[in-house]
C-alpha cells in the first residue's frame, strides 16, 4: 500500500457519460497530479494541484477537470466519454513540488 | 523541447544483470526517477538520482548518470523473475514544468528462468 488511494479501481461506462474518479493523497502531502495512461500515449500529465491550487496543466482535455479540496483529497471529473479515453488514470502525490512522487494503484476506466 | 526516451523491451537469463539506458533532453533537470510498473499495479519509486550526481547505488540497483549525454541507466545485479516489470525513467522538468515529472515509454523486462 503506497498511501495513495484511489477510488474506483474498475469503472465501465457508455461513450457520451461523465465519471468521477477520486484520491486521497498520501497523508502530509499536499500536491497531488494526475496523469493518463495508455497503449499508444505512455504516460501523460493532465494536472497538478498543490494545496487547494491548480499548480500545472499537461495535456488536459477541455472535457476533463479536476479539483482539490480542502481535506487535499482530489477529483477528476471526465465528461462526454470517448472511446478513446479507455485508459489507465494514475493519482499521485508528493510533500511539495521535488522529490519523487508516491502512486496510486489506478483507476481502469472502459468507455464502451 | 522535453523528451525521453527509453528502448521498450529487453530480455535476460535470472542471475545476469540488467541494464536499462534512457536518454532525455532537457539538460537542466535537477532530478531523474526510475519507477517501477508491475502488471495492474501503480508506478512504485525505486531510486533517484540528482543531477550533480554521477552514480548511486543502492543494493542491486546501480544508476549512472552521464549529464553530458543525458544519458541516464539502471543497473539491476542479479535479476530475479521478480524484477520483470515495466521500468519507467522520467526526469524532472524546469522552469514552467517544474512541478511536473517527464516519463519515457517505459522498458518492459523479462527475465527468463
Known amino acids: 500500500d503506497s498511501g495513495v488511494t484511489q477510488t474506483p479501481k474498475h469503472l465501465i461506462t457508455a461513450t457520451g457519460q461523465r465519471v468521477t474518479l477520486r484520491c486521497s493523497p498520501r497523508?502530509?502531502?499536499?500536491?497531488v497530479y494526475w496523469y493518463q495512461q495508455s497503449l499508444d500515449q505512455g504516460l501523460q500529465f493532465l494536472i497538478q494541484?498543490?494545496?487547494?491550487?491548480?499548480?500545472a496543466k499537461g495535456n488536459i482535455l477541455e472535457r476533463f477537470s479536476a479539483q482539490q479540496f480542502p481535506d487535499l483529497h482530489s477529483e477528476l471529473n471526465l465528461s462526454s466519454l470517448e472511446l478513446g479515453d479507455s485508459a489507465l488514470y494514475f493519482c499521485?502525490?508528493?510533500?511539495?513540488?521535488?522529490?519523487?512522487?508516491?502512486f496510486g494503484s489506478g483507476t481502469r476506466l472502459t468507455v464502451v | 523541447g522535453e523528451d525521453v526516451e527509453q528502448s521498450l523491451f529487453l530480455s535476460v537469463r535470472e542471475g545476469d544483470s540488467s541494464v536499462i539506458n534512457c536518454t532525455y533532453t532537457?539538460?537542466?533537470?535537477?532530478?531523474l526517477y526510475w519507477y517501477k510498473q508491475e502488471p495492474g499495479a501503480g508506478l512504485q519509486l525505486l531510486t533517484y538520482?540528482?543531477?550533480?550526481?554521477d552514480m548511486k547505488q543502492d543494493q542491486r540497483l546501480t544508476v549512472l548518470l552521464n549529464k553530458k549525454d543525458k544519458h541516464l541507466s539502471l543497473r539491476i545485479a542479479d535479476t530475479q523473475t521478480g524484477d520483470s516489470a515495466i521500468y519507467f525513467c522520467?526526469?524532472?522538468?524546469?522552469?514552467?514544468?517544474?512541478?511536473?515529472?517527464?516519463f519515457g515509454s517505459g522498458t518492459r523486462l523479462l527475465v527468463r528462468p
Open positions: 499521485a502525490s508528493s510533500v511539495g513540488q521535488g522529490g519523487g512522487y508516491t
Open positions: 497523508s502530509g502531502d499536499l500536491s
Open positions: 494541484y498543490y494545496n487547494g491550487e491548480e499548480r
Open positions: 532537457d539538460s537542466s533537470s535537477t532530478y
Open positions: 538520482i540528482f543531477s550533480n550526481m
Open positions: 522520467a526526469e524532472k522538468g524546469s522552469g514552467d514544468s517544474s512541478y511536473k515529472l517527464i
